[in-house]
């Protein structure tokens, strides 16, 4: 078998493809004026950093359980993170009615 | 012998046999592989589409009777032809979309929950040897499929453009995410004794394979069973939990702006969706495709046929239970009694494990019986205290308005007193 | 390297991830924004299988499409705006050059050494990037790799504390979330009202009075 190439797909092609995700979610976080919105490209940073995990545990380690209880523990921190996250912008916009980040650059509403 | 040995293994023949048939036309295994899938996947649509004819024909038939009148007598004898005039009905209905409806949003909806209605079948082991695809991870895969149908209705109810609708797909999807968690709970003891994921492995230990005990699971579990059927009527949105989609009260719900095929699709959804809730009921806790004298994929259909007809009399007995009901149902009653039960079951099933040195007259009769036993009382004892307290609930209710009509009527009587 | 149908599989199932990210922090509707990220994760779960891991896979579809997705549309729907905002803030060009500047170093980084960069082409071998993939022989495995894994979340010695942590993380966020998203009774809405008109006025007083006489204020602080 040739090396580093599982059913014909290298390594690295799983790694270019969660970095890009990851650097569109980057995107998605600095670049958007909706509070929402950026939620979803964290969600898609997180995606990124489950793919990157679960490939290198594959070509690499794959006898011990490590690397998937990292991935699990990432989709629970992803799970909370998006529950608590969206209870604070659906407050936030009961009480400003609006749900754009910069506008809640102070301690009070 | 040899004709019994055929009856047996029918399909398991056929598919050889068409396995056979691609392979000498395509010389490539690759191609052979995924022709053959294909059609595999064709004829499992095939079938549940078939059935879902004959199970809306089934259906009106033995709910009217429930309700003591006649069904359906007039298309063909005995109303035979239903299937096809209601098939008939929906094709030719105008097929319209509301002015400033989500084009895409809205068409792509009723493709969405077919599919995902439809997806539930691969798994499901039909005979020895014949399953769609033995998923190690079968099990939690229905249930992931089955929240992807989630996300159709929200589409469905965004997508018309129509308040009503949204509403209506924002309670059904709250009733829908709230009965995956007893399902998901009650699931865990089938897979705690049976080891393994898959949907194959567990109609395995269900059988006397392997030496195997052959117990079905719904004698080691009856709660979990029971908690689980429920759940999973509560999941298809059927009755007595379709206050959803009831015609005369929220108007048919996230669904009310399709009409003609779409609203048929809908329709589809809904009965493959029960389907195959009863299919996967059969498998993990009434023993799959396993039984004494017929072959076994017409166990399966039997034993499917039986949860479906219990489907059906839940249907035609129960009123519609209200939103509120509901809910409290879900989250005051099933999920503390899922979680408590899986707590004692671990327990138990650990306690009396066969193959324990210590205990050497442990078998699986015996942990079967410790299991249903210890999880029957703590469920009954929770029964008789909801119960219980409901009625407090409800007499006091009664009582009070029994004062406000006292005072009404002492109210009425004195001024007419005073008129006069 | 040869081209199997898994190479195929693959690329589909990249251009349908990144695309649907693509348009996901492009769009200016949220509902289709919302739709998109479920394609994606999908997508992403199609890639746990390819990677021979469909525990994961369905995990991913039960978690992320099941659940989260739900919660964001929900949000969407619940925070719909009357005004149409603008869909990139001022810093949109700043941040896409820097992801783009990221995603090139990071491929850049993961390149095996045969298709690593030579800085200094000719004269000296230096290589920017690379990193020795040949300590990878991919090796088969079973499906026991669940089970290893459970064993290993309640084994003592290995992920059993950061299991229960997650279990009381997600506890905690269950109910945190609830309370803090919760509808507020006409009640409590007067009465959080009445409690930040009185702070706001207790903070106007503090202001005039540091404004005539700040000295005793500040003295008054410092008890």
């Known amino acids: ?109 | 012998m040899d004709l019994l040995n055929i009856i047996n293994n029918l399909l398991k023949i056929i598919g050889d046999w068409i396995y056979g048939l691609v392979h000498g036309l395509v010389g490539n295994l690759l191609v052979t592989d995924l022709i053959t899938m294909g059609l595999a996947a064709i004829i499992l649509c095939t079938f549940a589409a078939l059935s879902f004819m004959g199970l809306t024909y089934a259906e009106r038939k033995i709910v009217a009777r429930i309700q003591d009148r006649i069904g359906p007598n007039q298309a063909g004898p005995f109303g035979l032809l239903v299937p096809i005039a209601d098939g008939i009905k929906m094709f030719t209905k105008e097929d319209t979309t509301p002015t400033a409806a989500d084009r895409w949003v809205y068409n792509i909806a009723p493709l969405v929950i077919a599919t995902a209605a439809l997806t539930a079948y691969a798994v499901l082991p039909l005979a020895p040897g014949v399953v769609g695809t033995n998923l190690n991870v079968g099990v939690v895969f229905t249930i992931a499929i089955g929240s992807g149908s989630v996300v159709a209705i929200l589409m469905a109810g965004w997508g018309s453009n129509n308040k009503y609708a949204l509403l209506g797909a924002f309670r059904t999807v709250a009733q829908l995410i709230g009965y995956e968690v007893p399902m998901l709970l009650n699931l865990i003891p089938v897979v705690l004794i049976a080891g393994s994921l898959s949907l194959v492995d567990i109609v395995n230990v269900q059988s006397t394979l392997n030496g195997s005990p052959g117990i079905p699971f719904v004698l080691y579990f009856p709660v979990s069973a029971l908690i689980f059927l429920i759940s999973g009527i509560a999941e298809t949105a059927r009755s007595p939990f379709d206050l959803l989609e009831a015609e005369s009260e929220i108007v048919a719900g996230f669904h009310v702006e399709y009409s003609g095929m779409k609203f048929a699709l809908f329709f589809l959804g809904e009965y493959v969706n029960a389907l195959a809730v009863s299919f996967m009921f059969a498998t993990l806790f009434l023993g799959g495709y396993n039984g004494p004298i017929f072959p076994p994929y017409v166990w399966l259909l039997i034993k499917a046929a039986a949860v479906f007809t219990i489907l059906m009399w839940l249907r035609g007995t129960l009123p519609r239970i209200r939103v509120d009901q509901m809910h409290t149902m879900n989250w005051k009653f099933f999920v503390p009694i899922s979680a408590l039960n899986l707590i004692i079951l671990l327990l138990v099933a650990k306690i009396f494990q066969p193959g324990n040195a210590a205990m050497p007259w442990v078998t699986p009769g015996v942990q079967a019986m410790a299991t249903a036993i210890t999880t029957l009382i703590p469920f009954l004892a929770g029964l008789s205290i909801a119960s219980r307290r409901l009625r407090s609930q409800r007499d006091a209710a009664e009582a009070l308005a029994e004062t406000r009509r006292a005072a009404n009527r002492a109210a009425v009587t004195t001024s007419m007193g005073g008129a006069h | 390297m040869t081209i199997t149908l898994q190479t195929i599989i693959f690329a589909l199932l990249s251009v349908v991830v990144l695309g649907s990210a693509l348009f996901v922090v492009t769009t200016r509707n949220l509902f289709h924004a919302a739709l998109m990220l479920i394609l994606s994760f999908f997508g992403v779960a199609g890639l746990y299988v390819l990677l021979e891991s469909g525990f994961f896979a369905v995990a991913q579809v039960l978690v992320y499409i099941g659940a989260i997705s739900i919660l964001f549309i929900f949000a969407v729907m619940l925070t719909r705006g009357m005004v149409a905002m603008p869909r990139v803030n001022a810093q949109a060009q700043l941040a896409a050059l820097v992801s783009v500047l990221l995603f090139v170093v990071i491929v850049v980084i993961v390149n095996p050494t045969a298709l690593s960069i030579k800085v200094l082409p000719g004269a000296s071998e230096r290589v920017l990037g690379g990193i020795p993939w040949q300590f990878t022989t991919v090796t088969t495995i079973t499906d026991s790799y669940i089970k290893q894994f459970g064993a290993s979340l309640v084994d003592g010695s290995a992920y059993l504390l950061p299991f229960l942590l997650a279990a009381v993380l997600l506890d905690i966020a269950l109910a945190g979330a609830v309370q803090v998203a919760r509808e507020r009774r006409p009640a409590e809405v007067l009465a959080e009202r009445e409690l930040m008109a009185a702070e706001a006025a207790e903070e106007q007083q503090r202001e005039q009075a540091l404004d005539t006489a700040p000295e005793t204020v500040l003295a008054a602080d410092h008890h």
């Open chain 1, 1 to 109: 078998m040739e090396q580093g190439i599982l059913n014909g797909i290298p390594l690295h092609f799983f790694l270019i493809v969660a970095a890009g995700l990851f650097c569109i979610g980057l995107y998605g976080v600095l670049g958007r004026k909706n509070a929402i919105a950026m939620l979803m490209g964290v969600e898609l940073m997180l995606n990124a950093v489950n793919i990157n995990l679960i490939a290198f545990w594959r070509y690499v380690r794959p006898e011990t359980p490590a690397a998937l209880a990292f991935v699990a523990f990432v989709f629970v921190v992803a799970a909370a993170e998006a529950a608590v996250g969206l209870a604070l912008i659906i407050s936030v916009y009961r009480n400003t009615k609006s749900v754009d980040p910069e506008k809640l650059d102070q301690m009070k509403f």
